[in-house]
């Protein structure tokens, strides 16, 4: 049978509420039991002094203690003699009366066992030579004793066996009373616990209950679920993480079809101009001259460009891509893109500006080929996107906790709308910088897997020199 959080959490609570209450139970009842025992035995030790001075009487009037062996009722009289005035003492004294002196005959020899006995079937007494003369067999240990004077001398002495078991029967009444309480408040706490368990378990679990709803709505595919956050502990937490993962998968969704969308159309275009031209070709509208033969080329590098950015995306995104790192020098990686990249620069006449400001030994924990890759793309797209006859600045700057890389280009530049974005997958600005000059929005997203591959930030601002500014931010080696 399937029983839900709910009733399992409420049922550790009863539990847990159960087990508390008995033991609070058992042991007030024995701290109890203990200390009326203790207050028992106070009261008795009180009239046991009482008794005694009332023997000493008896012993200083009579002489002796034979009387007490000849006439057993008397030792009862000097007992209820002790009982404090009221309806108690009045009582024992009328049953005195109805005493039958020749079939009475008082306690004698060993103390019985496992008997409630009465106090005064516990008191003994001893003559001056510690001989029995009324009473029970006194054990050590188990008695409490006064001794009694007569004329500076020890004549007797007055003991009570301990009390081990409640014998009175106001005694008895009391404890039975307290324990009909003691057991009703018991009751009485389990039920008001039980019932205040109950809801709050319920409660508790209402944020269980909507994370699993929830958690159902995502699995089908419902990424807008959100859930509310009542409170600011795990649970509150656990809400808060939740609506966070459903936005991010909702995001992802929507990235994802756009993703689709896009890839689609950058690979329509260039297979649909391939497509034009062939057929055209094919039916003899153009002749298949070298003019036509590097268009076509053209169009299938940029598709095989294309598809190579596409993949090497895909093995950033997934962490696929391979990384050999090792100590490097920060500039060699910058110093070979440029090298690459120098008869495209000239090509379009583009002034270079370089500034490296390294101080000391510095090194990159890094792939050279991985930076290298990432600045020949980056020089690639200021090369590309620059107007002829334009600059480009390169700068390095280093301090001892990282090293920042500035390539800057001239017009045109880009919205400042478009600078966050620039790092998007895809995503290309309108106008200058557009598809005609053959970009397909992939490589610097490739770029910014690179740079935060190595633990390093990668961010676009406008230029100085009036177009567009790339500043990458790499942490240098630890020094041993």
């Known amino acids: 049978m399937?029983?839900?959080?709910?009733?399992?959490?409420?049922?550790?609570?009863?539990?847990?509420?159960?087990a508390v209450v008995v033991y609070m139970a058992l042991v007030m009842q024995w701290s109890f039991d203990r200390g009326f025992l203790n207050y028992v035995s106070m009261v008795e030790h009180e009239q046991l002094e009482r008794m005694a001075d009332g023997l000493e009487e008896y012993y200083a009037r009579e002489k002796g203690?034979?009387?007490?062996?000849?006439?057993?009722?008397?030792?009862?009289?000097?007992?209820?003699?002790?009982y404090p005035e009221g309806r108690r003492k009045e009582r024992l004294q009328k049953k005195i009366q109805d005493f039958n002196q020749d079939s009475f005959t008082l306690p004698s020899g060993p103390l019985p066992s496992g008997e409630r006995l009465p106090f005064f079937l516990r008191i003994f007494l001893l003559d001056e030579h510690k001989e029995i003369v009324v009473g029970y067999d006194p054990e050590p240990e188990h008695t409490e004793r006064i001794d009694m004077y007569y004329q500076n001398r020890v004549v007797g002495t007055l003991g009570v066996h301990f009390v081990r078991n409640l014998s009175e029967s106001h005694q008895l009444l009391f404890a039975r009373k307290h324990k009909g309480v003691l057991v009703l408040v018991a009751v009485a706490?389990?039920?008001l616990a039980a019932g205040l368990s109950?809801?709050?378990?319920?409660?508790?679990?209402?944020?269980?209950?909507?994370?699993?709803?929830?958690?159902?709505?995502?699995?089908?595919?419902?990424?807008?679920?959100?859930?509310?956050?009542?409170?600011?502990?795990?649970?509150g937490q656990l809400s808060h993480d939740f609506n966070k993962l459903a936005e991010i998968l909702e995001k992802n969704r929507k990235s994802r079809s756009s993703w689709f969308a896009d890839i689609s159309h950058e690979l329509r275009t260039p297979l649909s101009i391939l497509q034009g031209k062939i057929e055209a070709l094919q039916d003899g509208v153009f002749c298949p001259d070298q003019e036509m033969l590097g268009t076509l080329h053209r169009?299938?590098?940029?598709?095989?460009?294309?598809?190579?950015d596409l993949y090497q995306l895909s093995l950033s995104d997934q962490g696929a891509m391979s990384y050999y790192r090792v100590e490097v020098e920060p500039c060699w990686a910058l110093e070979q893109a440029l090298d690459s990249l120098g008869n495209e620069r000239e090509a379009k006449k583009l002034a270079l500006e370089i500034s490296i400001k390294v101080e000391g030994h510095i090194t990159l924990f890094a792939d050279n080929e991985r930076l290298k890759q990432l600045f020949t793309n980056l020089l690639s797209n200021s090369i590309r996107y620059t107007d002829q006859g334009g600059v480009i600045r390169v700068t390095v700057e280093s301090d001892h906790e990282k090293v920042t890389y500035n390539i800057e280009d001239s017009s045109p530049s880009v919205p400042a709308e478009s600078m966050k974005k620039l790092f998007n997958r895809l995503y290309r600005v309108e106008g200058s910088r557009s598809r005609d000059l053959g970009g397909a929005g992939l490589g610097l997203s490739i770029c910014r897997n690179i740079v935060t591959a190595h633990g390093g930030k990668i961010e676009a601002h406008p230029s100085p020199l009036g177009g567009l500014q790339i500043k990458v931010i790499l942490p240098v080696s630890e020094q041993v």
């Open 2 to 18: 399937k029983i839900s959080l709910h009733y399992k959490l409420f049922g550790a609570f009863l539990a847990a509420i159960l």
């Open 65 to 82: 203690w034979q009387g007490l062996q000849v006439d057993p009722v008397r030792i009862f009289r000097v007992i209820i003699a002790s």
């Open 189 to 191: 706490g389990f039920l």
């Open 198 to 235: 109950l809801p709050f378990s319920h409660r508790m679990t209402r944020p269980i209950r909507q994370l699993a709803a929830g958690t159902r709505a995502l699995a089908s595919g419902r990424y807008e679920t959100r859930i509310r956050v009542e409170s600011g502990d795990e649970l």
């Open 299 to 308: 169009e299938v590098t940029h598709l095989g460009r294309l598809v190579d």
